[in-house]
């Protein structure tokens, strides 16, 4: 059983090991997370080299060293390398650091879940590591609900949140606060106005609340 987390990974040092389209399709996400990333193979593909040229990545052209691992918050094994995968697996254990190894859920500390991300709203759909292609298939069907006008609504409970807070000082109170802006059909109307005009509404939401 799997415990769902979203971590920040802002400026942290995350090892991804392997080269291939792979390795490619996992380091895009962590670039967008903010990681410093650092990747070690002996060959990678042009989209990874690319990324090198422009110093989004620290590549390392070479054979996966237990060493790499020291300092690393995580470490992404997308390699197809059987051996390979087993020694980094086990040198990030020995070192307490979180290992996730692609397609082989035994050598996974945590897994990766399919993404739906729409602005600040972030979906992750999980299989517990038994059928991705079937958390892919879910994904395709969130998308269809979870709109970008959740993050809109999203950008605009984040503008009032500080007013919100100076306003209610109770906690079960601020609660129930945003909860009538969420009751209101926040997700609906919202894709009638611009975002002024809902900041606008939603304001007048809380003169009427106090």
Not at 107 to 121: E, H, K, M, T, Y
Not at 179 to 198: F, K, N, P, R, T
Request: charged share 25%.
């Amino acid at each position: 059983m799997f415990y769902p987390l979203f971590i920040d990974l802002r400026d942290q040092p995350v090892l991804v090991v392997g080269g291939g389209e792979v390795a490619e399709r996992k380091v895009d996400p962590l670039l967008e997370a903010g990681a410093a990333v650092a990747l070690v193979a002996p060959e990678v593909t042009p989209g990874i080299q690319a990324l090198a040229q422009k110093k989004a990545i620290h590549l390392h052209r070479r054979e996966f060293d237990d060493s790499d691992i020291d300092g690393a918050r995580l470490v992404i094994s997308a390699t197809d390398d059987t051996q390979t995968q087993n020694r980094v697996a086990n040198a990030a254990r020995s070192r307490g650091v979180m290992v996730n190894t692609v397609d082989q859920p035994a050598l996974c500390d945590f897994i990766v879940p399919a993404v739906v991300r729409r602005g600040d709203v972030i979906v992750a759909i999980s299989t517990s590591g038994k059928s991705p292609t079937l958390a892919a298939a879910l994904r395709g069907r969130v998308e269809n609900v979870v709109t970008a006008d959740a993050a809109r609504a999203v950008r605009i409970l984040g503008e009032i949140r500080g007013e919100v807070h100076s306003r209610f000082p109770n906690s079960e109170r601020r609660k129930q606060v945003f909860q009538q802006i969420v009751d209101s059909g926040i997700l609906d109307w919202i894709s009638e106005c611009d975002d002024a005009a809902a900041l606008q509404r939603v304001r007048g939401m809380l003169e009427k609340l106090r």
